[in-house]
């Protein structure tokens, strides 16, 4: 019998959330086949087989988190594949299931833990099932399942957590009110592992750091005139779009230049400026939000730019992204004006203590002198900083440098 493993993944990732068998249990798999999909807080990774053979066990459930080095699956070598190619018992299924039926006696004492009575010990459930009810404080022996083997699984538990409770057990004092609402439709979604993540992380940042956001507003015209002048010879030169993304990474390089505390860290009591660009570029996908990170940027020219945050943003999209491409960015852009923000103030991506949040174009009356107006597309800039190592005044000069360049594009050749 071959053990797979949950395999080492990165340094600071120690464990993760399967989130799909790929293979069954009674299907034989080759050498190098993927049986697996592994949900960790930054990428899913899928998990090979190193050795063909039948399946013969997986010993974790979806849903279930699980260690590196931990022992999820079994293969037999010489075993023979199931004609039905779908999920078997395992020998000891039928009698365990029958002997459970046969010891669980009419009446018992209650325990101070249901869910680890010795007729629960003996009742089929997967360990998820088993801490779910441990922590909830529910008798397994009363939870329905739908698996045809009788097995009780994690989401055998919550359907039953989230049936009402009989009325005749509900205490005198309870409100009518708070009955009613106990009834009422609800739908209960778990956390994705990154969604979990991205909660945590958001939230330790604003707790560790003193994140204060100075704002600013940009004139757009000449960037859009440029664009407007150039893209058909961009595009045909490089085959690839001229976006806003290449004008405000190479605004940023450059103001980060001058003002080098907003592409530093805080290790314990030191400072560390980096003295290298690596801009994390945020991108919107249906399990989150994620942040790929443009290498060396400042030795890129727009064409490389551009490249560079249309394959990571596919990549993104298609869950095709590495560990290699999210970890070490020094600044992050991020571009909430794709969805129609017109005002945010973005989170700090820890370790970095600076963010540069961009928004909505909106045409706007703006006065040209005291007497004289013009409609401009106009957009609000937000930097959100970390005040324990950059003080107000860098910030704020900061921000003004990257309109002073983006109002003046000619400008971004000489600072890029």
């Not at 993760?16 to 993927?34: D, P, R």
């Not at 010795?118 to 329905?144: C, F, H, M, W, Y």
């Not at 249309?310 to 992204?321: H, I, P, T, V, Y």
């Amino acid at each position: 019998m071959i053990e797979i493993k949950v395999p080492e993944l990165a340094e600071s990732i120690t464990e993760g959330t399967i989130a799909q068998w790929l293979k069954e249990v009674g299907e034989h798999v080759n050498q190098g086949e993927y049986i697996a999909e592994l949900e960790t807080d930054k990428v899913n990774v899928e998990i090979i087989a190193e050795h063909s053979g039948v399946i013969k066990e997986f010993t974790r459930d979806p849903g279930d988190t699980v260690e590196v080095g931990e022992v999820i699956a079994v293969i037999d070598e010489t075993g023979t594949a199931s004609t039905a190619g779908t999920k078997e018992k395992s020998p000891s299924t039928t009698e365990k299931t029958d002997k459970s039926e046969k010891e669980v006696p009419a009446a018992k004492e209650p325990t101070a833990d249901k869910s680890e009575s010795p007729a629960n010990e003996r009742l089929l459930a997967s360990p998820a099932a088993r801490k779910l009810a441990r922590e909830k404080g529910i008798d397994l022996q009363a939870v329905q399942t739908t698996d045809p083997t009788g097995r009780i699984r994690k989401h055998d538990v919550d359907a039953h957590q989230s049936k009402p409770a009989p009325q005749a057990q509900a205490p005198q004092a309870a409100s009518n009110t708070s009955s009613t609402n106990d009834t009422k439709p609800v739908e209960r979604i778990k956390m994705s592992r990154r969604r979990q993540t991205i909660a945590k992380r958001l939230v330790e940042s604003q707790q560790t750091a003193a994140m204060l956001t100075t704002f600013n507003e940009v004139d757009m015209s000449a960037v859009m005139d440029v664009r407007k002048r150039r893209k058909d010879a961009f595009y045909d030169k490089h085959g690839v779009k001229l976006g806003f993304m290449s004008f405000f990474t190479k605004a940023v390089i450059g103001a980060l230049k001058e003002f080098p505390l907003l592409n530093a860290e805080i290790q314990g009591d030191e400072i560390v400026k980096k003295n290298f660009y690596d801009i994390g570029v945020a991108v919107s996908t249906d399990d989150g939000l994620v942040v790929p990170v443009v290498r060396d940027a400042d030795k890129l020219g727009f064409a490389g730019i551009e490249s560079e945050i249309s394959e990571l943003g596919k990549k993104a999209r298609d869950n095709k992204l590495g560990l290699s491409d999210l970890q070490g960015g020094t600044f992050t852009i991020t571009n909430g004006g794709v969805f129609g923000s017109l005002w945010s103030t973005p989170i700090l991506n820890a370790p970095q203590v600076g963010i540069l949040g961009m928004h909505k174009i909106q045409w706007r009356p703006v006065a040209i002198d005291q007497e004289n107006f013009e409609n401009r597309p106009m957009m609000y800039i937000a930097l959100s900083y970390d005040h324990r190592i950059v003080d107000g005044k860098e910030a704020v000069s900061f921000l003004v440098r990257i309109k002073e360049m983006l109002e003046d594009p000619e400008t971004l050749l000489l600072e890029g």
